[in-house]
């Protein structure tokens, strides 16, 4: 792209000389006294007070109007009420404040008139080349510029960045994770994004070169391919911790009145993301778990975890989260298990993984030390999973010493099963801050390191260099065709034979099948097709075809076939009747392929279980269109069905790659005609271990005929 | 029954008067100086310790044999190793010590050798009349007879019972909980199960009137059905939390070694334990954050959430978590949006469910109580979930004066969203110890919440009485015949027809189908039969018949089934061959039903999607049988594509009072014929609402032949 990098386009926003807080206030409990007390506890120098009834703030002078200030100011943070909200925007404009942060709630998340009033701030602000950030947010933080956010100061500086829809998550997150020892470099509450987006902002902290993590709360994003691809991009560099909210329809009921944004479907949201290699997180927990792995460990070389437990209860109940997840716990090798056995008790316990140091670690802690060690220095696992029942300060010690000049390093995460809440409260934050991943239970240190694994995957995935498909101009071309026609007859969607001619074009294999009008091209398409065959009533507006009785399956021979005919062109009497006849696919393997153009993402493919029950046994992913093949490969194997491709019961096994190029197809045709609105193959045979397109339809947008 | 309750059986167990601790020590780490540490802090009176070095311990006096005591010693503490265990055990014997608690490892968890040892220890301790309870394990701790654990004192008395297969489960939990202010009545540890097991304790804790909420942690059970009788029985008066450890293969390769018990297969204890009204959880925290609920809230009358949150992030994902869980998040009446109205702050915020107090909330924080009242008070919900931001002190007043003096209790669970993992830390215990039930993370409450509903929901339901279903004598008296013919026989699983005889004989439906042999048999079977029908290869060894090219569906006249007949016939020959004229039954809703005898827990219902992927889909669900009407209906709603037998595309809905009389039905002959192993009836279709098996096998237990 030639455009500047959108870094040195907003990095000025983190470092301003000279700050304005606009409704600034000394009353306890006001916003405007809480955003004071944190610029004074972290020494801000050119901090001005706006507030027409004071002329000193906590120590700060306070002028009555912006206008008034005698200096230039670049942020100014609006805490005014809604109705006047506007006016503090004008007088920043006027000014020539380069960054305002409003604060104040009640715009596009409220009402219409809140929406129009958030439009006119922004058409005010762009005018004067000002930026807005807001509003309903907590706005920027920087602990290197000494900005805070309300719940504290926290001005340890570090390498996570956080950006988030809900200034809530925002301040609490920062809050508590720097009371841990994970120091930020710089956090984002962008509100109902009425100028800047939270896209805008992982895209900035994508660039950043002191972010190396970075963490975000979304709950909608207004254009979702451009967000797509941001993620995927930085994630190819470093890791994207992200919460989606909203994502029930109730859920999102919620998100709409927050923050005014729109919420995409779940399984949308949830296969663009793995797909863009983001770690998807659902709590606030959650994120603070992962953040305890990603900011301090290295990214494992496979999936395989060496347990060293204390605790034998707990050893078996984490092989079982493990093994849940995912992740391998496989047997030692000889020689490590030799190594283990010198280092360990006498009596209980066990040398297999998982570890169980047994009762006697209670009286010799450092044997945890000893296993951990053992397992790092080994080539038996890629991870270590260490549940510890010693405390705090002898914890760093024990794995500091465990991991002391290892050469090849693995992530090793502690479950801490010593204390008391009070006492693992003090824990944690020292463990952090010496580098050590902790957590209080076993079975959430397992689900962090299988989310490391799955990011380590990602990236390797990313380095392979992929080929791009080759365009299908002539299927473009022929299909731009067959739907032009149909848009003159006012179809709003193409018949089956229609859809399968589109599908065919671009390389998709169908069934064999003739289009019968009357009796002379009816016993034609007999003669073509060979016994047993399927008829099937025509036409562009006949869908449902088998509730209707449309549909023949089976039809073995010349009589049954002649008595379909008069049956079905008696049913279709005065609707240009016409069948369809087509060869007979036996095979009970059915799944379903298909396009859905998403209000957020564009169109997008969906896999998955196919047949008559697809809608109900919901057994599908979703991709963002274009897809390359190790996606589609992705795909295949994120349903449960899976198995059903594999030999079964005397079937072949597919063919997994015709099954992925069928996918980068079918995603093609969506992305080459803005007036598909929906492609649905249902059934996708498998018969004699190939893929055939039994049924589909192509569902045209109405909102292009326009 | 009429023998003793297991409560005055065991009760004596939990108040010696006198204490020995065989293998005590003053060497700082070692076992036997840790147990004599807990004694001395709790001030346990009749306390003496064994050690043939030693003339006093910690300022106890040190006989060099337990013989040398001059009291009687009602329990022993064996604490020496796994070689002089036997020897520790018969000296007990010859002292008549009552209960023999042994925390040596290295028996039957390690090997055939550490077995056998084992059971000459059991033996010496029977023969005496004493009880073991162990090894492997950590023992009895009651707080009102200052009975100590390892790891702390935590001498309050309390209400939860708690009883493990892993002693540092027993240990860590009651130390953990105890620090939060939640008091136990007693806690087991009762590793190998060499003698007393913990279904015996969970029966004791049952009827412990001093017991009202039971923690569980358990590996496997030597008798699986006894278990699950004894925890349906508890849980229609208190509720059992209980995780199940070693449920993946190679969790239960570790439990294996780790307490020697046997674990059964994952979907028959999800099944048992959630018939049996179980609340099943599967890590440390979760034991906790259940205990949390159940110990000081009321059960809910329904399943509606009311959830109130000053962070509006939260309150989106919140909801989202809720309806994921299966929870309703209602609107609210007008009434209660009016007193809402009256008391939110003007500006930002929300008066629907959830209700988002918005950053006032910040400066007001008693907003958050008055938004709890007005929902505790009005009838909108049944269950209330506060996300507050307010810290420890505060917000124990802030709960407290909501809550005060109301008459209809509902369940409030509090997320405290406020303060560093230090503050959280002691904020907990004050928390917990003021009766509010509290979490780091409103998804854990809402998790917690939906398992208490759960929870009442069994509560509820184990209310109504349920008449017992009728005998089937006649069905049995059949049944037997045939099972008696086939062992006789030497066949080890039943034809087709034979097993679907035995279904039609316990009022199963079967397909319309008679069995020929010959021509003149066969034009018989299609005469009454009619087309189209079904024919297939007929014998007890042929299963498979389909992989085989013995099944023809769908066959349409005399000169099709002519051809079929002699191919067949072709295809058997030698075999003394047989085919089965069926009627052909049309529908695409195909489901399972079957029994299988499962190792812990006997004859288990299994119920499913079915059809030849049935395997692979794998969506079913489990039951000890018999199952009454209720539990087969939850069967019936348990699976993913429950939506199948709705009314769905123009196919009527399925009668599910039929389908759920076939589970009780399939139950009943498991449980009358210890011969049948197993029974697969796939598929039970559903054909015009009604269901129909079409394809049926029963597999006789070879076991029983011998």
Known sequence: MSRKSIFSELDYIFHPNSVAIIGASDKPGKMGRIFMDRF????FQQLHAVNPHETEIMGVKSYATLGDIPHSVDLAIVLTPTDSALQAVTDCAAKGVRTIVITTSGFAETDAKGRQLQEEMVRVARSAGCRIIGPNCVGVY??????????????EIGSVGLVSQSGFFADYVTYRATANGIAFSKAISCGNEADLTATDFLEYLGEDPHTEVIVAYMEGAKDGRRLFSVCKEISKRKPIILWKGGITEDGARAAVSHTGAMAGSRAIWEGALKQAGVVSVGSFDEVLECLHLFRLQPLPKGKRVGIVSAPGGAAVATTDVCLQLGLDIPHFSDRTKERLRHAMPPVGG?????????????????IHGDAVRILAEGNDVDMILLIAVARGELLCDIVQEATAGLEAAKPLAVALMAGTDESIGRDFPLLLSNGISVYSDPSKAAKALSRLWEYARFRTAAEDVRPPERKMAAA???????????????????SEHESKEVLKAYGIPVTKERVARNEREFAEAIGDIGFPLVV????SSLTHKTERGLVYLDVRNEKEAWAVFEELMDKLKGKGPAVLVQ?????????MVGVSRDGQFGPCVVYGLGGVFAEILRDTTFRVAP????EALDMINDIRARGMLTPFRGMEAANLDQLADILIRVAAIGLDHEEIKEIDINPLMLSHATF?????????????QA
């Open 40 to 43: 004074v506890e972290t020494g």
């Open 142 to 155: 920087c602990p290197s510029s000494r900005l805070p956010f309300p719940l504290g100061p926290g001005m």
């Open 350 to 366: 066990s040398i297999n993984n998982p570890v169980d140091l047994s009762f006697a670690s209670l009286a010799n802690p450092r």
């Open 476 to 494: 473009r071309a022929f299909s731009d065709q067959v739907i032009a026609n149909a848009l003159r007859k006012g179809q709003t969607v193409l």
């Open 536 to 539: 099937k009533g025509v036409g």
């Open 583 to 591: 060869e007979m696919v036996r095979g009970s393997r059915e799944l």
């Open 627 to 630: 897809v390359d093949r190790q």
């Open 692 to 704: 055939l397109a039994v049924d589909a339809l192509i569902v045209l947008s109405c909102a292009s």
